[in-house]
């Protein structure tokens, strides 16, 4: 069982994608496995013939331990009398891969894709994430070198696009796909969920606050920048990227925001690694946009963007949901107005951006305006942050984002 997260102590095997008996080749999928922050599908550490499946479906077990057992192909075993025993290979495999976390392993630098086209692993993995055959993808790198961007425009979903479904195979009740009058058993990832929610309630004393802040003139800027960004780039641009500018720039003058509370003393953070918090495949995931405060309105739409594709097609890696220091949760993209949400364990605040609502407020005096308006709550450690420090943070966030557009370079 390979540690898929820095964190992570055991896991589940969620689907074996080969039997006993079929042939896999080195770095191809032939296992997937579910823990509380990914499911991920394994490489084979080499070419060879699955000889037994030694963990069944839905068992979870800790990371190191033997699941399966491959019969290296070309390693056979040599008879004493000089010549090969079919049925003894001389190289057994008898546990998992122990990739690096990435699931890359010990790849070479550059290999080739089945095309006879130059792939390094990390294109590699990223086609495995997006499920893109390489033998089908032509490359625009020098000497026909498959890049990155090979790779995600292949993934992008044409007309015969395969549409995932929320439903449990086998029709088994499934938390996505929840029907009156079933019981729809605990799987590992909901587990934990629970268990840390209730952790972190039990743990961290929550307080709340919120502000009410109008963002007319960043909302008139995104819609004016909106259709032009996404033909460029091919991802919608909303309000969260300018939000989580004004929230990285507040940080930095509230930096007990971005901490955490430790037996030794408060840990500030250098790093501001934004946690953007969504739901996926059912469970809830915060993937992180690490270096968050180093990244422009159009860095942050890009990286936002690829983490909640990813999270949707369920193809989010270990890499992506660790080193968390701030979270953002965008409960307005579901009409929200109002959400009092519960800390990431070890973070020191979660803000949310709610509905943006047209409604009559007072300006200048006694002028009667129809603006568009946000509620912005923030929940917070009170081990960590007073309420001086909680009100400080939210203030400014607000000047900043009533201060952003309605014209601007992203």
């Known amino acids: 069982m390979p540690q898929l997260g820095e964190t992570v102590t055991e896991g589940t095997v969620a689907q074996w994608l080969k039997k006993p008996g079929d042939r896999v080749e080195k770095y191809e999928a032939f296992v997937e496995v579910s823990t509380d922050k990914v499911n991920a599908e394994v490489p084979a550490p080499v070419s060879g013939v699955i000889r037994e499946l030694i963990v069944k479906e839905g068992e979870t077990v800790p990371t190191g331990t033997p699941i399966a057992i491959i019969d290296e192909v070309g390693a056979a075993a040599t008879a004493p009398n000089g010549s090969t025993s079919p ?63 090979d790779i995600l425009a292949a993934a992008q979903p044409g007309p015969s696009a395969a549409v995932a479904t929320a439903a449990a195979p086998s029709g088994r009740p499934s938390y996505a796909a929840a029907r009156p009058g079933e019981l729809i058993p605990l799987n590992a990832a909901r587990k934990l969920i ?26 008139e800027w995104r819609t004016r920048a909106k259709d032009a960004f996404e033909r460029e780039h091919g991802v919608k641009l909303t309000l969260l990227p300018f939000f989580i500018r004004a929230v990285v720039q507040s940080l930095a003058r509230f930096p007990l925001m971005n901490a955490s509370f430790t037996d030794e003393g408060i840990r500030v953070h250098r790093e501001v690694n934004v946690g953007l918090a969504i739901a996926a495949d059912g469970n809830l995931v915060v993937p ?31 890499d992506d949901l660790t080193g968390g220091t701030f979270t953002v949760n965008n409960t307005g993209a579901n009409g929200s107005v109002l959400s009092a949400p519960i800390l990431v364990p070890g973070q020191a605040g979660i803000v949310t951006t709610e509905a943006v609502v047209k409604r009559p407020v007072v300006r200048d005096g006694d002028a009667i305006a129809i603006r568009s308006m946000m509620n912005v709550c923030l929940s917070l450690d009170h081990r960590v942050v007073d309420g001086s420090i909680a009100s400080g943070f939210l203030s400014d966030l607000k000047a900043r984002l009533e201060a952003m557009g309605p014209t601007g370079s992203l």
């Open 194 to 219: 629970a268990q840390r929610m209730v952790d972190s309630k039990h743990t961290a004393p929550h307080a709340w606050t919120m502000v009410e802040v109008d963002v007319t003139n960043v909302w």
């Open 288 to 318: 992180v946009i690490g270096g968050a405060d180093q990244l422009s309105i159009q860095g942050l739409a890009l990286a936002a963007g690829a983490l909640i594709e990813k999270g949707r097609r369920g193809r989010l890696g270990a």
């Open 87 to 149: 049925a003894e290979p001389a190289v057994r495999h008898a546990e998992a891969t122990r990739s690096s976390p990435n699931g890359a392993g010990s790849a070479p630098i550059v290999s080739s894709a089945p095309g006879g086209q130059r792939v390094s692993p990390a294109v590699r993995r990223l086609a495995r994430e997006h499920r893109v055959d390489l033998g089908g993808v032509h490359g625009s790198g020098d000497g026909g070198r498959i890049t990155a961007r």
